[in-house]
T-cell receptor, first 113, second 111 residues
Framework: KAGVTQTPRYLIKTRGQQVTLSCSPISGHRSVSWYQQTPGQGLQFLFEYFSETQRNKGNFPGRFSGRQFSNSRSEMNVSTLELGDSALYLCASSFTGLGDTIYFGEGSWLTVV | AQRVTQPEKLLSVFKGAPVELKCNYSYSGSPELFWYVQYSRQRLQLLLR??SRESIKGFTADLNKGETSFHLKKPFAQEEDSAMYYCALNAGGTSYGKLTFGQGTILTVHP
């Protein structure tokens, strides 16, 4: 069974640009969550989608957005990139997003220069 | 709001010694607690969750609601246990897909 897959794995962007990251959840999983991981703040929850609807959102500015498609794939977008957005962005999936095991992808490393 | 605290950033033990990774949480409701592990160059993966009460790779963790703790223990550490360990909490209710993580503990098991 394939795990959570994220693309691209590494990318470098310039301040002010925007970026889109993709995630394919485990087959059958309908809940997809996104996390930001940095050395200073650790792992922080961005948002969660289920059946194309955002059900939960963390404390991030509106520059961070996401969406989910009918096949449960998800994308997250960061607009007007700032240096502080440099981080590992993790996608995670589960069947329901509530109480069941959450599986993580390997992440997308974003560097903003 | 919920909070997870892992007081030790680094923990070093020798092979065969017991190991305990501490985790304390603050949340007024009934949370679900998890331990995730990240081995070098691998993705974050679930080690165990309190609701299943399993022992995985010799690790156990007991939820102590009185002390709001969920410490991870192993009686005899192995070199392959060296990794980053994260304690995490899901608050239930409408906390869809949200895990609140501690800062993590790097465990090093020396030969």
């Amino acid at each position: 069974k394939a795990g959570v897959t994220q693309t691209p794995r590494y990318l470098i962007k310039t301040r002010g640009q925007q970026v889109t990251l993709s995630c394919s959840p485990i087959s059958g999983h309908r809940s997809v969550s996104w996390y930001q991981q940095t050395p200073g703040q650790g792992l922080q929850f961005l948002f969660e989608y289920f059946s194309e609807t955002q059900r939960n959102k963390g404390n991030f500015p509106g520059r961070f957005s996401g969406r989910q498609f009918s096949n449960s794939r998800s994308e997250m977008n960061v607009s007007t990139l700032e240096l502080g957005d440099s981080a590992l962005y993790l996608c995670a999936s589960s069947f329901t997003g509530l109480g069941d095991t959450i599986y993580f992808g390997e992440g997308s490393w974003l560097t903003v220069v | 709001a919920q909070r997870v605290t892992q007081p030790e950033k680094l923990l070093s033990v020798f092979k065969g010694a017991p190991v305990e990774l501490k985790c304390n949480y603050s949340y007024s409701g009934s949370p679900e607690l998890f331990w995730y592990v990240q081995y070098s160059r691998q993705r974050l993966q679930l080690l165990l969750r309190h609701i299943s009460r399993e022992s995985i790779k010799g690790f156990t963790a007991d939820l102590n609601k009185g002390e709001t703790s969920f410490h991870l223990k192993k009686p005899f550490a192995q070199e392959e246990d060296s990794a980053m360990y994260y304690c995490a909490l899901n608050a239930g209710g409408t906390s869809y897909g949200k895990l609140t993580f501690g800062q993590g503990t790097i465990l090093t098991v020396h030969p």
